[in-house]
């Protein structure tokens, strides 16, 4: 087993560089890069995209004094590399360049961004007065909240129903089980969102729960209970909306894993030796099927934790790690871009060996030791 997780772990660093190095070179051939959003604020060409980006750091207000300056003095020349970029000095131009880094060939800029990644040093974000590494930890406590009690949520409730409608399959409460789970999945999270504030968050009936944040602003005065309970309070609306998909998946790939199963022949020989119902189906079915489950927890952890939270928090006003990537791509904030996406990609490479040591914990037959990588 050691040899194996040796072998996991090496094979994560080229995986990583190829995910890097693929996209570094689209963004290379992006249009409105950090310089292009610059040269649009300073333009008045922005909108409320460059109204936040000013707003983000005060470096470039007081760079725009200086760039209308060394234009009234530099006869308009610009430089064409840029759109937009008429009428500003080119010295300001290559300023810009070097801030970001774009003096610099592709190569070098690559070379140098592996470079401090492997260290874990992520820089600054452009757009913000903030380490990059501090502005993930400053928003990863919603990312967490939501994506650890989906995950948990969905798999303590689906698991046992999927087992109990594989075992009851084809009696009326799979039926009826069947119909909730397919048009709890059919609807959007984002439109049971909206329902939901509506609905009980002072909308048009009730107002039973927060419109937005994750805590209340009296939160520290509170007791350790009262915090307890404010933050479920606060947490119960987009829980509830972002389970509902989760939930379905699960549950169906539970029944579905668990129907094959029983159909075996092993099945018949234990129940032939005299095992009872439960003896088999925890025995032995148990076992078996829940490896397709162990299969599906990377995937679903990554996508609960990460990237399907984003209409969620914008609806709720939750600034988490979906919505700061969001915003970050829209401002060309490559910094966090990077760093995101370097963060998430090695979360999602140590949870899939994790999931696949788990597998040994289930069904001890399983030896990767013995299999190719």
């Not at 200086?66 to 003095?73: K, R």
């Not at 452009?126 to 989906?150: A, C, H, N, Q």
Request: hydrophobic share 50%; aromatic share 14%; charged share 15%.
């Amino acid at each position: 087993m050691g040899a194996y997780i040796a072998r996991r772990l090496l094979l994560m660093i080229p995986t990583l560089f190829g995910i890097m190095l693929l996209s570094f070179t689209v963004i290379q051939f992006a249009p409105g890069g950090p310089v292009e959003q610059v040269i649009a604020q300073l333009t008045g060409q922005g909108g409320d995209a460059t109204d936040r980006i000013s707003g983000g750091g005060g470096d470039f207000q007081s760079g725009s004094d200086t760039a209308q300056t060394s234009t009234e003095g530099s006869g308009g020349g610009g430089s064409s590399k840029y759109r937009g970029s008429q009428g500003l000095d080119p010295e300001f131009i290559k300023q810009l360049e070097k801030q970001f880094g774009f003096d610099k060939p592709a190569h070098e800029r690559f070379a140098k961004m592996i470079w401090d990644y492997a260290r874990f040093d992520f820089g600054e974000s452009y757009f913000r007065s903030i380490t990059v590494l501090d502005l993930i930890l400053e928003k990863m406590p919603v990312s967490i909240s939501l994506g650890i009690w989906i995950m948990l949520i969905s798999y303590i409730i689906s698991i046992p129903l999927g087992i109990r409608k594989a075992v009851h399959d084809g009696s009326k409460f799979d039926i009826w089980t069947s119909g909730v789970i397919i048009v709890a999945y059919a609807i959007p999270g984002f439109l049971v969102a909206v329902l939901l504030m509506v609905f009980f968050a002072g909308g048009s009936f009730l107002d039973w729960f927060p419109l937005r944040g994750l805590t209340s602003d009296n939160f520290d005065q509170l007791s350790l209970w009262g915090k307890i309970v404010d933050y479920f309070w606060h947490l119960t609306l987009p829980l509830i909306a972002l389970c509902l998909a989760a939930f379905a998946t699960t549950t169906l790939l539970t029944k579905n894993s668990f129907l094959d199963e029983i159909k075996k022949q092993y099945v018949v020989t234990a129940r032939a030796k005299g095992l009872n119902d439960r003896q088999v189906l925890y025995g032995h079915v148990f076992r078996n099927a829940m490896l397709i489950i162990i299969a599906g927890f990377p995937s679903a952890f990554i996508s609960a934790f990460f990237s399907g939270s984003l209409l969620i928090e914008a609806i709720f006003s939750l600034d988490g790690l979906g919505l700061l990537g969001f915003t970050a791509t829209l401002q060309r904030d490559y910094a966090v871009v990077f760093a995101t996406l370097y963060i998430f990609a090695l979360m999602g490479l140590l949870v899939n060996l994790i999931s696949d040591l788990t597998y040994t914990l289930i069904d001890p037959r399983i030896d990767f030791d013995r299999r190719d990588v």
